[in-house]
């Protein structure tokens, strides 16, 4: 396994323990459940994500992006490694900036209830 896998794997594991961590701080009823459907769909995003970005956007924006593009058209990959290994480790860097990114936004963990937040003049209950 590849240094990129594992750092993908590293950055995976480090946002779902934080999920975990502070779904176990909030006292959220079913913690597991909720944190794997929350981790699961933040996958979902973050795989289209990698998907748009490494797929489309990167090759043309970058200077060795027809090298790249070869990858997604079945063409040799040796210069810039497997393909599943380019999406994987996007995807799970695209995950954990999500993730760890919420802190920054609201300090709100995406585990806390919506129902309890009010949206009348930022306050909270």
Do not use: K
């Amino acid at each position: 396994m590849g240094f990129a896998a594992v750092g993908g794997a590293a950055l995976l594991l480090a946002a779902a323990g934080y999920l975990i961590i502070e779904a176990a701080n909030h006292g959220v009823q079913h913690r597991l459940r909720r944190v794997g459907v929350v981790v699961a769909m933040g996958l979902m995003h973050a795989i289209l994500v990698a998907g748009v970005g490494v797929g489309v956007l990167l090759p043309a924006f970058t200077s060795g992006g027809d090298t790249l593009a070869q990858c997604w058209t079945g063409g040799p990959c040796e210069d810039v490694g497997p393909a599943w290994m380019l999406i994987s480790t996007t995807a799970a860097w695209s995950f954990a900036a999500g993730v760890f990114g919420q802190v920054l936004w609201d300090d709100q963990p995406f585990t806390a209830p919506l129902s309890h937040l009010r949206w009348r003049r930022g306050a909270r209950s």
